[in-house]
């Protein structure tokens, strides 16, 4: 793996693109102690990449209803009408975790240059998950909006126990790296109350419950967009780690 | 729902393709007491579907070579040289649960037409989910051997959690169906031991821990296919169901 890194590297000095200090860094927190050099690749490498949280015409009214609602609370305007943060951010949304990170996009070829985000791996708009998540720093919550389309069947006319899991694995695990740096799942624990129709809009809460060394505990509901319909119910663990947690396998 | 199913009866008595005391029967088990008449449907009517979990050119050497240890355990030798069933037995897999069941295909073009079962979601072989599963009745044990194609992809160059779950419940499901009839997921308990490489042939062996009433607890390990390596360990309850759970959202 270093090696390949290396070679990389290499090629781009060769090229003239790279300083011979430079390194490439993984998206994982340095460890203490270690020291690195940030790259400064040309920009033309990197072409503007989908966002594939905002809007598109797939969309349904109550998923752009929600949408507007959240989107309208990341920007607010003061009483001397002047623009500022508001209490919500929404999270871009990309389909690949390390392609579009500081020189994600050669490590990510060198492991597998046609991996796709489980979640972002069909081209089809609507046709599966259509999700968007926002983040309230100040209540450390996390919300998803989530459209679940014709390809998510598990039990007939209804959403897969697997994508509905899928779904709570991505939207607690974002939520505990926003709070906690990088994490692996280490336990998610399903209570499944209610299936959700195909083709029906939900919301993910994830609300952080504690943090303890290492531990990220996170709870996290599924309802339907008015709250009132509960369709499940996790308590989730995550770990924070480093590189060597996924190079060591 | 009903009315849709005695719509299309009707549309069948009229071009003579069923009598007019049939009735189409749902997957889900027959109530007690409820007296319901076997459709018999033109053969023409159901193309030949394709069977998932027969080997295709893009299963590796791991996947074939585990595939083929419990294929030939599905009919075995007696000493008088004839063949009789083994312990073993395939579980063929479609891309729909109810569209190649009795009816099935009618009445999933009334849920939704172009609905997919969430595993089988993508036709590229080798892109996402290759799997196959066996049951051994005599010992309650399922077995899926799985190859993760680089469409699973949530840490870099892992499987996502998500995909994991998504296997766990598939086979845990399977297998409590398998045991008890019709169930849905009530809960799934998974702990995360180690992270699963992309592109890589792991083993899910799921037991049944017990049967309480309407309850069925199993119980599901993930290793590597030598069993050297634990993935995650599961606990999972299902709950026995009829057609009203599902038509009652």
Redesign the interface.
């Known amino acids: 793996m270093a090696r390949s890194v290396g070679r990389i590297c290499k090629g781009f000095q060769r090229l003239g693109l790279l300083s011979k200090q430079t390194q490439l860094i ?2 994982t927190r340095v460890p203490v102690g270690t020291v690195r050099t940030i790259v400064t690749l040309p920009s033309f490498l990197f072409p503007q990449p989908r966002d594939f949280s905002l809007p598109n015409p797939s969309w349904g009214s109550e998923m752009t209803r929600m949408y507007e609602h959240y989107e309208s609370q990341c920007e607010v305007e003061t009483e001397g009408g002047q623009k500022q943060k508001g209490p919500w951010r929404r999270l871009p949304s990309y389909n ?3 392609k579009y990170a500081t020189g ?1 996009v050669y ?2 070829k060198m ?2 240059s ?6 972002r ?2 081209r089809n708009p609507g ?2 998950f259509e999700y968007v998540l926002f983040v309230n720093k100040e209540e450390q919550k996390c919300v998803c909006i989530l459209q679940a389309g ?14 509905i ?6 939207v607690t ?1 974002t939520h505990a790296t926003f709070l906690s740096g990088p994490v ?9 109350r ?2 959700i ?3 029906s809009t939900v919301l993910l809460e994830s609300c952080l419950e504690k943090k303890e060394g290492r531990k990220t505990f996170i709870t996290c509901r599924v309802t339907s967009t008015d709250g009132s319909k509960l369709h499940t119910e996790t308590s989730a663990l995550f770990l924070s780690i480093t590189a060597s ?2 190079l060591g ?1």
Chains 1, 2 share one sequence.
Do not use: C, W
């Open positions: 993984p998206f690949r975790l390390l994600g490590l990510s492991i597998q046609k991996a796709r985000l489980f979640t791996n069909i046709a599966a014709h390809l998510l069947e598990g039990p007939p006319g209804h959403v897969h126990g697997g994508a899991a899928t779904m709570i694995d991505t695990g692996m799942t280490a336990n998610l624990n399903i209570n499944y209610r299936p129709p195909l083709g947690h996924l396998g």
